[in-house]
């Protein structure tokens, strides 16, 4: 097999990255280890920026998005009994929109499907060769069989465990991380939401957020340990726990069902730099992790696609390899400002066990500036609705 692009990983950046290529006449190849309905199963994000919207829809897979997806114009800050909120128009003239992350994906398969792409599902032991020199390939299991797929690049688009990352030697790469000391534990729930808008709640007991996907479909997390189960939490003890990390007067309005989905998510601030070596480029997850708390993970997995779909036309329809020899620095400099803004959004809105009564008037205090001052809100929604590109 040969083809131009292969692309190791069926999430939403190699999905994205495959449809947008195929429309400008570039051929790709998807690698997936996983089948189609462990991927399309995987509750994660709901937050989309403008940049991922405009990418749906130069992809040709905008339109359901569109219809169903529900603008948010701001959100809602808690702080024990207090709310204040954000407005994202008032501040940057831009909203934010909740779709899932299912839903893109189930979008963008089935555009796929319906062009023909190919999908190689339960692929094994997926190996890079020669990403360092002119005619790199990639070799997989599947089925018994040994098989091998030649191309000119190899888009690593394989999440955070993938094998992209390892392929790079490590003398090459420098990873910075932090991981914190707790993890997330959300709940689906065919419930209509407490709220109209998102609600981000620091309580004396950890954070909590309320969610959503629709109007009958509510998404929610309370901070857990890290070494937490899901088994730990039966649905009752959930919804006990969230109701005493949301304002009183908010709790009250809470309708409470049988979950439809419950996990935990550790959180981590990771990057890797460069995002390139040779001709293997790495997108989203595999390259980069933030702490949920912002949503900014599948809109910076966006931004590396746009970067790495942008120097791959220049590439092939102009011969020009500028794009692509800029394209670790050009999506990097946006990510470490992502990188911040989840890091002091996890900052302000955790509960941190070794923290000093220092540590906590200094969080108190970031949370009246951003309740008081307008500039400090400007930087915040400027941030939430996601830095330009
Ligand atoms: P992934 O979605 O991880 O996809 C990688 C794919 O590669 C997977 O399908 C995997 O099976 C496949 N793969 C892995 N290894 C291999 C291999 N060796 N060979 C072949 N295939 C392989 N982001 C937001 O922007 N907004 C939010 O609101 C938000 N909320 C979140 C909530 C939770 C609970 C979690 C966990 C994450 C959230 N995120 C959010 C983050 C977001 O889900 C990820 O950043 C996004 O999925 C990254 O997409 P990706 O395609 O780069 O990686
Ligand atoms: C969701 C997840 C987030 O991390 C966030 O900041 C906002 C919403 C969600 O899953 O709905």
């Known amino acids: 097999m040969?083809?131009?692009?292969?692309?190791?990983?069926?999430?939403?950046?190699?999905?994205?990255?495959?449809?947008?290529?195929?429309?400008?006449?570039?051929e790709s190849v998807i690698l997936e280890r996983q089948t189609r309905d462990y991927v399309l199963g995987r509750i994660r994000a709901g937050v989309l920026e403008q940049g991922l919207?405009?990418?749906?829809d130069e992809a040709g897979v905008g339109g359901r998005m569109r219809r169903e997806g529900f603008e948010h114009a701001g959100t809602l800050i808690a702080y024990g009994e207090e709310m204040f909120r954000i407005d994202f128009v008032e501040h940057t003239g831009t909203p934010v929109m909740v779709y899932g992350q299912t839903e893109v994906t189930r979008d963008l398969y089935e555009a796929r499907e319906a062009a023909g792409g190919i999908i190689e599902f339960e692929?094994?032991?997926?190996a890079i060769h020669d990403a360092d020199r002119d005619a790199p390939y990639v070799t997989w299991r599947q089925g018994g069989a040994e098989k091998r797929i030649d191309c000119d690049f190899v888009a690593g688009c394989d999440g955070?465990?993938?094998?992209?990352?390892?392929?790079i030697p490590e003398d090459a790469r420098r990873e910075y991380e932090k991981v914190y000391p707790f993890g997330w534990l959300g709940i689906l729930s065919e419930t209509p939401p407490v709220n109209h808008e998102l609600i981000y709640a620091n309580s004396p007991?950890?954070?909590?957020?309320?969610?959503?996907?629709?109007?009958?479909?509510?998404?929610?997390?309370?901070?857990?340990?890290?070494?937490?189960k899901v088994e730990n939490w039966?649905?009752?003890?959930?919804?006990?726990?969230?109701?005493?990390?949301?304002?009183?007067?908010?709790?009250?309005?809470?309708?409470?069902?049988?979950?439809?989905?419950?996990?935990?998510?550790?959180?981590?601030?990771?990057?890797t730099e460069p995002m390139r070596w040779g001709r293997l480029f790495l997108c989203g997850d595999a390259a980069h992790i933030v702490p949920p708390t912002g949503a900014k993970g599948l809109n910076t997995a966006?931004?590396?696609?746009?970067?790495?779909?942008?120097?791959?036309?220049?590439?092939?329809?102009?011969?020009?390899?500028?794009?692509?020899?800029?394209?670790?620095?050009?999506?990097?400099?946006?990510?470490?400002?992502?990188?911040r803004f989840s890091w002091w959004f996890s900052q302000l809105m955790h509960r941190f066990e070794d923290q000093t009564e220092f540590d906590r008037k200094m969080q108190i205090a970031e949370m009246e500036l951003l309740r008081s001052s307008e500039a400090a809100q400007k930087a915040m929604a400027e941030n939430y609705v996601g830095l330009p590109y």
């Open 2 to 26: 040969r083809t131009q692009v292969c692309i190791i990983g069926g999430g939403p950046s190699g999905l994205l990255l495959s449809q947008l290529l195929h429309r400008r006449g570039i």
């Open 53 to 56: 919207l405009r990418l749906m």
């Open 123 to 126: 692929v094994e032991g997926v």
């Open 160 to 167: 955070f465990h993938g094998v992209s990352r390892r392929s």
């Open 205 to 228: 007991r950890g954070f909590a957020l309320c969610s959503m996907r629709n109007e009958n479909l509510s998404r929610y997390y309370v901070q857990c340990s890290a070494h937490d």
């Open 234 to 271: 039966s649905d009752d003890e959930f919804w006990a726990e969230l109701k005493r990390r949301i304002p009183g007067h908010v709790a009250e309005g809470l309708v409470t069902g049988p979950s439809i989905e419950k996990s935990i998510a550790p959180l981590r601030s990771f990057v």
């Open 302 to 339: 966006a931004s590396d696609v746009h970067y790495l779909f942008s120097g791959l036309t220049q590439f092939y329809e102009l011969n020009d390899a500028e794009g692509l020899d800029l394209y670790s620095e050009r999506a990097l400099a946006r990510i470490w400002k992502a990188e």
